[in-house]
Antibody
Framework: QVHLEESGGGLVKPGGSLRLSCAAS????????MSWIRQAPGKGLEWVSH????????YYADSVKGRFTISRDNAKNSVFLQMNSLRPEDTAVYYC?????????????WGQGTLVTVSS | EVVLTQSPATLSVSPGDRATLSCRAS??????LAWYQQKPGQAPRLLIY???TRATGIPARFSGSGSGTEFTLTISSLQSEDCAVYYC?????????????FGQGTKLEIK
C-alpha cells in the first residue's frame, strides 16, 4: 500500500535552513507528481509546492517562492524540500502528499507530517 | 487565486442527526472540488472528489454535492467518530498550474 514518510523537521532560528525529505513506497513513484502542503499550529492547510514526474515542472506558493526549492530523486523514490531564509511564519507541520490518481489535482495520500519550528 | 469560504466555522450536531457543511468559491471551479477530514494529530483524509464521488473506503453516510461556486458536504447520520475538522479544496487549475487552495475548515463537534 501507499506509504509516505517525512523526515528532517526540527527547530531552526530565523534566517536558517532546513531540508525535508519524503520517502515513498507502495507505488511507482516516477508516475506521480508530488506535493508539499503545510499546516501552521491550529490553522488550516496551505499548499506549498509541487513537482512533476521528471522534476522539470515545478510550482511554488507565492509565500515561499525564492526561498524554498523542491526536488525529487526517482531512483530513490524520494522528494525533498530545501527551505532557506526561514521565517517564524514558516512554522508548521509539513506534509508530503501524492495525488489520488496519477492525473488528479487532489492529494489522496499523505504522510504523517514533520514539524518545522522557526524560533530564536 | 480562488478563495474558498467554509461555513459554519463550528458545527455542533447530535449523534444520529444530519450534518451539513458548506463551501463557497470566489469564482466557479466547476466540479473540481474535494473534501477532507482531519482528526487531531492526524493527516487529512480524502473523503470526496469531483464534488460528489466518494473515495475508496469512505462510508456511504458521507455525500457531496454542488458545482460552480456552491458546495455541500452532508453526513447523513452523525457518528461519534465523525468529530473532526473538514476542509474543502479546489483544483480547478489542474493539470499543474497555479496553486490549489483549501478552505479554512469547519470543526464538527458532537453535541
Amino acid at each position: 500500500q501507499v506509504h509516505l514518510e517525512e523526515s528532517g523537521g526540527g527547530l531552526v532560528k530565523p534566517g536558517g535552513s532546513l531540508r525535508l525529505s519524503c520517502a515513498a513506497s507502495g507505488f511507482t513513484f516516477s508516475d506521480y507528481y508530488m506535493s508539499w502542503i503545510r499546516q501552521a499550529p491550529g490553522k488550516g492547510l496551505e499548499w506549498v509546492s509541487h513537482i512533476g514526474h521528471s522534476g522539470t515542472t515545478i510550482y511554488y506558493a507565492d509565500s515561499v517562492k525564492g526561498r524554498f526549492t523542491i526536488s525529487r530523486d526517482n531512483a530513490k523514490n524520494s522528494v525533498f524540500l530545501q527551505m532557506n531564509s526561514l521565517r517564524p511564519e514558516d512554522t508548521a507541520v509539513y506534509y508530503c502528499a501524492r495525488p489520488y490518481f496519477d492525473t488528479s489535482g487532489y492529494p489522496g495520500y499523505w504522510g504523517q507530517g514533520t514539524l518545522v519550528t522557526v524560533s530564536s | 487565486e480562488v478563495v474558498l469560504t467554509q461555513s459554519p466555522a463550528t458545527l455542533s450536531v447530535s449523534p444520529g442527526d444530519r450534518a451539513t457543511l458548506s463551501c463557497r468559491a470566489s469564482q466557479s471551479v466547476s466540479s473540481n472540488l474535494a473534501w477532507y477530514q482531519q482528526k487531531p494529530g492526524q493527516a487529512p483524509r480524502l473523503l470526496i472528489y469531483g464534488a460528489s464521488t466518494r473515495a475508496t473506503g469512505i462510508p456511504a453516510r458521507f455525500s457531496g454535492s454542488g458545482s460552480g461556486t456552491e458546495f455541500t458536504l452532508t453526513i447523513s447520520s452523525l457518528q461519534s467518530e465523525d468529530c473532526a475538522v473538514y476542509y474543502c479544496q479546489q483544483y480547478n487549475n489542474w493539470p499543474p498550474g497555479r496553486a490549489y487552495t483549501f478552505g479554512q475548515g469547519t470543526k464538527l463537534e458532537i453535541k
